[in-house]
């Protein structure tokens, strides 16, 4: 059964510290299809404090994704922060290109729906990640087919939780 060799290989996932600030920490991940998450020690009330973006970007309001995900925190189903602090998983997805993405996500431009992270000097002092999965690597020929892609994100939400950066 397909999910349970997506269940499998979610414990394969390879982490590169991502930069805020430099750029390049990129260069290892593989332009290649697959499925990504991203994790920080940044305290909860550090994220819930970001300004929005400015209007007439694509970028993700991170702090209106939160209170977006209220609900979700309230019932127990949404990822936190360990109660004794370190890392959690707040954003989670799949994309064509890892690398593009993994990029996007610190440096990206504002006409494209991302976080861009670099743009908030306030959490240059925590540890970012980037840990993805190529499905090929899962399910050798697929190219990356855009159902599989869809399939390994909501299974891996719904194992793990739902990161409070995400919105559908």
Not at 46 to 72: C, F, H, M, V
Not at 86 to 102: C, D, H, I, P, T
Not at 143 to 157: C, F, I
């Amino acid at each position: 059964m397909p999910i349970y060799k997506l269940q499998s290989a979610f414990t394969r996932f390879t982490k590169v510290p991502m930069s805020l600030g430099a750029t390049g920490w990129w260069d290892g991940v593989p332009s290649a299809p697959g499925w990504y998450f991203i994790e920080t020690d940044t305290p909860l009330p550090i994220l819930e404090q970001l300004p929005a973006p400015a209007q007439g970007t694509k970028l993700y309001d991170i702090s209106g994704r939160i209170r977006y995900n209220n609900w979700l925190r309230q019932n127990g189903l949404a990822i936190l922060p360990p109660p004794s602090g370190g890392s959690f998983v707040v954003y989670a997805g799949e994309q064509r290109n890892l690398k593009n993405r993994a990029r996007e996500h610190t440096h990206g431009n504002p006409g494209t729906g991302c976080l861009r992270l670099s743009a908030y000097p306030q959490l240059a002092n925590h540890a970012w990640s980037f840990s993805y999965l190529t499905c090929d690597s899962v399910f050798p020929g697929s190219n990356g087919d855009k159902a599989l892609r869809a399939l390994g994100e909501q299974t891996w939400r719904g194992l793990h939780g739902w990161p409070l950066f995400c919105k559908e």
